[in-house]
Nanobody, 114 residues
Framework: VQLQASGGGLVQAGGSLRLSCAAS????????MGWYRQAPGKQRELVGT???????NYADSVKGRFTISRDNAKKTVYLQMNSLKPEDTAVYYC?????????WGRGTLVTVSS
């Protein structure tokens, strides 16, 4: 499985961005899709995940501002980011967790200016 993320860019604080991540190859109902981010000088951290049934889980830092959705037919996971803050600046990565195997996409940079 290969993952291609897109949609990053520069946005002012308070603005919105929508990231997309499309998978090539098959995805399965057991796959948990998600987003992670890594800010400069920091470790990669969870943003949120979504199961094939649409059950979501979010980091506390993004709850109420970010929304993950998934289109299984298009093999795509989305991250709608609203009310962006400068501390959301990071490289955002998508991931598929298939049992014990993780597939990572290349990141897309999100920069939030104050």
């Amino acid at each position: 499985v290969q993952l291609q993320a897109s949609g990053g860019g520069l946005v002012q604080a308070g603005g919105s961005l929508r990231l997309s991540c499309a998978a090539s190859g098959s995805i399965f109902s057991i796959d948990v899709m998600g987003w992670y981010r890594q800010a400069p000088g920091k470790q990669r951290e969870l943003v949120g995940t979504i199961t094939s049934a649409g059950v979501t889980n979010y980091a506390d830092s993004v709850k109420g501002r970010f929304t993950i959705s998934r289109d299984n037919a298009k093999k795509t996971v989305y991250l709608q980011m609203n009310s962006l803050k400068p501390e959301d600046t990071a490289v955002y990565y998508c991931k598929i967790q298939r049992l014990s195997t993780a597939y990572w996409g290349r990141g897309t940079l999100v920069t939030v200016s104050s």
